[in-house]
């Protein structure tokens, strides 16, 4: 039985992760060593992979999908800084609110709340 699936970013600089995942999205640095971060909090989730021929609505696939609380106050902060919203704010058929924006890794994050 899986108990936990742990997503691995290559970067060439840890720093550029901190203000994108820790300071705007309020994960916690749960482990550094100097050659690997990891960002997370004490949540229960549920364990799911998705594989994708296009994003939805014939967007790209996106690197990773992240569930916030409120989505809005999420795209505001977003809006605020320098990171590029690729995919705007919408609310999607299925029952979503979602943007895209690229991380500082130049990633393409689905950033969303379920209506």
Request: glycine letters at 6%; charged letters at 25%.
């Amino acid at each position: 039985m899986v108990k936990r699936i742990v997503a691995h970013i290559k970067t060439d600089d840890l720093s550029k992760a901190n203000h994108f995942y820790q300071d705007i999205l309020g994960l916690d640095l749960l482990m550094d060593h100097g050659w690997i971060k990891t960002f997370g909090n004490d949540n229960e989730a549920k364990v799911q992979m998705s594989f994708a021929t296009q994003g939805g609505n014939n967007t790209e696939v996106p690197y990773l999908s992240i569930e916030v609380d409120d989505v809005d106050e999420v795209y505001n902060a977003i809006k605020k800084s320098e990171f590029e919203i690729i995919y705007d704010i919408t609310d999607e058929d299925w029952g979503v609110r979602r943007f895209f924006v690229k991380d500082p890794l130049g990633n393409v994050i689905n950033i969303l709340s379920h209506s």
